[in-house]
């Protein structure tokens, strides 16, 4: 079993930054797929950014804005938020897929307004 456990959120003004983290309970050198999602009200759970073996992929709608990056040593993967607009408010979700179980973390609110 793999704990996720995501920090960061909060409430920021549009054009502010944020910076989340999910720290996991495994090695996430042993992890298949790891990374971020969102979820706004009334939206479907979708793919923010993402590890998959040597690439990244990151949604069109935060490319240039948001950055993955991970601390091997520390078992940490952050997700640095630039350039926030209202449409990026939703809970954002941790995900590892190690071997064939998914995980999620528990998610942490991310709200931009003025």
């Known amino acids: 079993q793999v704990q996720l456990v995501e920090s960061g959120g909060g409430l920021v003004q549009p054009g502010g930054s944020l910076r989340l983290s999910c720290e996991a309970s495994?090695?996430?050198?042993?992890?298949?797929?790891m990374g971020w999602y969102r979820q706004a009200p009334g939206k479907e759970r979708e793919l923010v950014a993402l590890?998959?073996?040597?690439?990244?992929t990151v949604a069109d709608s935060v490319k240039g804005r948001f950055t993955i990056s991970r601390d091997n040593a520390k078992n940490t993967m952050y997700l640095q938020m630039n350039s926030l607009k209202p449409e990026d408010t939703a809970l954002y979700y941790c995900?590892?897929?190690?071997?064939?179980?998914?995980?999620w973390g528990q998610g942490t609110q991310v709200t931009v307004s003025s």
């Open positions: 495994a090695s996430i050198n042993r992890s298949n797929f």
């Open positions: 590890y998959s073996g040597g690439s990244i």
């Open positions: 995900y590892a897929k190690y071997s064939f179980r998914v995980y």
